[in-house]
């Protein structure tokens, strides 16, 4: 059973950077494809973005997010991070990250079998 921690959640000003955490127990980490989700009050969850096993193959970013988000991950910490830079309010949600077991990197939540509790980001205008 894989188990998933968030963290570095807070408040930031629009604008601002923020870095989350995810941390990895109960498998091989480098055996799982990482993914972050995030879902805003009223809104359905959402991709956000993707990264492959080794963290040097395929990359996906939903394009609200492109060119101002990456993931980052450190298979030798059991560790996916979301860097998320130019913040903007509209980025308010609770970001989750969740593993899969495919070969490339899903952007469908139904492709990920394990799941974070989730942590919130707040963005001020």
């Known amino acids: 059973q894989v188990q998933l921690v968030e963290s570095g959640g807070g408040l930031v000003q629009a604008g601002g950077s923020l870095r989350l955490s995810c941390a990895a127990s109960g498998g091989t980490f480098s055996n799982y494809v990482m993914g972050w989700f995030r879902q805003a009050p009223g809104k359905e969850r959402e991709f956000v973005t993707s990264v492959s096993r080794s963290g040097g193959g395929n990359t996906y970013y939903a394009d609200s997010v492109k060119g101002r988000f990456t993931i980052p991950r450190d298979n030798a910490k059991n560790t996916v991070y979301l860097q998320m830079n130019s913040l903007k309010p509209e980025d308010t949600a609770v970001y989750y990250c969740?593993?899969?077991?495919?070969?490339?990197?899903?952007?469908?939540?139904?492709?990920?079998?394990?799941w974070g509790q989730g942590t919130q980001v707040t963005v001020s205008s």
């Open positions: 969740a593993a899969s077991f495919t070969i490339l990197p899903p952007t469908a939540s139904t492709q990920y079998r394990y």
